[in-house]
């Protein structure tokens, strides 16, 4: 089965600062690539799909690239309502992995 | 408004068996794939199982096949998650989870349940 690797594990940022989460998968999956954000105590909430494709309602801050086993999901400017952990997912074929989770905290 | 409702979980003893079922409301569940997903406490998401809107095709995850079964009753609405022979470090919040679009086969989950509990302690 198809490995999914985030990282950071975790970091830490000042309101404003872009921040940069990496996904690699340990084998090809073109762009089916899921992000999910999952604050405190709350249900997942999916962000992008297709890599790049922002859910409908999700801020533009939001941006996510990538194709094949590398990607990458960044927010332009951190506001405190992004302080979350953030999952990628693969959905090009079951099992629908994920990475273990890069949690956002804010300085 | 879309909801996926999970019930059924709780505390149950090592070695027994619970089973977890699965409605929607604002939409007809059985015209999408759904999946279960866990997260232990602490820990991040673990994905489970997927069965196709017609109940053709079930998927598992690796670690969990042959104890978990899911399954569904599209004249009942409903989905269902058996799970056999339990033990501690199957504890964890079980979500419930739909696909996107109707009859689509694919993977993705769009749209998540609040979540049941279940606790394996003796």
């Known amino acids: 089965d198809i490995q999914m690797t985030q990282s950071p594990s975790s970091l830490s940022a000042s309101v404003g600062d872009r921040v940069t989460i990496t996904c690699r998968a340990s084998h090809g999956i073109t762009n089916y690539l899921a992000w999910y954000q999952q604050k405190p105590g709350k249900v997942p909430n999916l962000l992008i799909y297709g890599a790049s494709t922002l859910q409908s309602g999700v801020p533009s801050r939001f941006s996510g690239s990538g194709s094949g086993t590398d990607f990458t999901l960044i927010i332009s400017s951190l506001q405190p309502e992004d302080a979350a952990t953030y999952y990628c997912q693969k959905y090009n074929s079951a099992p629908a992995t994920f990475g273990q989770g890069t949690r956002v905290e804010i300085k | 408004q879309v909801q996926v409702v999970e019930s059924g979980g709780g505390v149950v003893q090592p070695g027994r068996s619970l089973r977890l079922s699965c409605a929607g409301s604002g939409f007809i569940l059985r015209n999408y794939g759904v999946h279960w997903v866990r997260q232990a406490p602490g820990r991040g998401l673990e994905w489970v199982a997927l069965i196709s809107h017609d109940g053709v095709n079930e998927y598992y995850s690796d670690s969990l096949r042959g104890r978990f079964t899911i399954s569904r009753d599209n004249s009942q609405n409903t989905v269902s998650l058996q799970m056999n022979n339990l033990g501690p470090e199957d504890t964890a919040v079980y979500y419930c989870?739909?696909?996107?679009?109707?009859?689509?086969?694919?993977?993705?989950?769009?749209?998540w349940g609040q979540g049941t509990l279940v606790t394996v302690s003796s």
């Open positions: 989870a739909k696909g996107p679009r109707e009859f689509w086969s694919g993977v993705l989950i769009d749209c």
